[in-house]
Nanobody, 115 residues
Framework: QVQLVESGGGLVQAGGSLRLSCAASGSISSIHAMGWYRQAPGKQRELVAIVPVFGTTNYADSVKGRFTISRDSAKNTVALQMNSLKPEDTALYYC?????????WGQGTQVTVSS
């Protein structure tokens, strides 16, 4: 089993910054990718950013140039630096890990951006 624990969410004014962190533990050998998804009320969960072990980092068009994802393979952590936040970034942010054919999710951390 894999456990993902997120931290760093909160309330921020538009234009501000937040940094999300996620730590993975458990059976975490052979990780293929880690990243972040988000889900706003009434909307489907969507990709924010993902960093595969092999391949290029992907960002949603809506966050390109504002968000930066980084992964520490030695510590099995992934972080999301979010700058120039907008009210439309308000959502529950989920840490994601893919290992083989299995995907794992954190419990989510709330990000609220006030206008």
């Amino acid at each position: 089993q894999v456990q993902l624990v997120e931290s760093g969410g909160g309330l921020v004014q538009a234009g501000g910054s937040l940094r999300l962190s996620c730590a993975a533990s458990g059976s975490i050998s052979s990780i293929h990718a880690m990243g972040w998804y988000r889900q706003a009320p009434g909307k489907q969960r969507e990709l924010v950013a993902i960093v595969p072990v092999f391949g290029t980092t992907n960002y949603a068009d809506s966050v390109k140039g504002r968000f930066t994802i980084s992964r520490d393979s030695a510590k099995n952590t992934v972080a999301l630096q979010m700058n120039s936040l907008k009210p439309e970034d308000t959502a529950l942010y989920y840490c994601y890990l893919r290992r083989g054919s299995f995907t794992y999710w954190g419990q989510g951390t709330q990000v609220t951006v006030s206008s």
